[in-house]
């Protein structure tokens, strides 16, 4: 509608006025911002950003729509990283008319279905740079004519920290997935909301995968399905609230089963090892991250999509593998005698750059027992 007036409003106070689309609604959650120049599709129905408002710095968003869910392989969708939207509200500069064969709709389209609100012609710059100063904060975005000072006292109330994301973007029970020709091998994967883009990788290697609801004992099912290697997915929320799936990965350490983690899933293993995790003060969201490899000495430029990271001197068994060159953050661990990996990057990218797809054979290797840690 002409005249329609939307808002992001920001725990600190700040109410900025942009234009609806998506649905006309109000939603809450931790404001956080990408700098990733395409891949919005992937990023949307990224279950790791459950409970947050995502904010793009790329000024122009939608021009190559939204593609086809038919685009499959091994029966998965090569465009989503899960059956739906799951960023709580989405925020533009500049929305663009789709044009692209792969299209199928609109942004705008795609929000209003799913019930997912969107906000355009917001100066998001003027955001980041105020997250980047303060911290990452709690905001609300409000695109169905609600008063915006009404809706920031309900800011004071939401409690990302503390709330467990992870239950709303599990499965219930366990989902089989069997790759297209030969299989070389059983993975328990923990699903604490994983990407479709890991799915893909590991299919890609012949691995059948049993995704197992989040608080699941892998151990079990490791048996039970006569499995090689465990997996621990990306997820969303704050991992120090998943005891029961340290305590897990814990067993699954002692047992000394092949395993990878990614993200929320290094996350884990890294407090099943004792380590500490810290919040980092904005994040880092994107899809040119670079990252060093301190055992090759060789550096890639990877996708990132984290607001926490491993303290790196409380590690016991693990040790610091790769590094994020912004900021000497922790980006990969090793475990010292066990063939168990784990980055806080993405390396199946989804959307961004392939360079570190190699992890995923790296773990192949140690499922097959041909490599040594
Ligand atoms: N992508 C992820 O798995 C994110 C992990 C965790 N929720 C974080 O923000 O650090």
Redesign the pocket.
Known sequence: MRGEVGYLILEDGTILKGKPFGARTVRYGEVVFTTAMVGYPESLTDP?YKGQILVETNPLMGNYGVPSKELKENGLPLHYESDSIKVEGFVVSRLMRPNHWSSVMSLDEWLRREGVPGLQGIDTRAVVKKIREKGVMRGAIVTDGSDPKEVLENVEKIDYETTNFVELVSPSSPIIHVPEGKISGTIVVVDMGIKYGILRELLRRGFKLIRIPWDWDPIEAYESYNADGVFFS??????SLLKVVAKNAKKVLDAGIPTMG????E?VLALADGAEIYKLKY?HRGINKPVKDLESGKAFVTTQ????AIEPETLNEFYVWMINLDDNTVEAIKHKELPVIATQY?PEASPGPWDSTWVFDEFAKLVRGDANV
């Open positions: 790791s990306n997820g969303p929320g704050n991992p990614v993200c929320l899933g996350q994040g999509n984290h607001g926490y993405h």
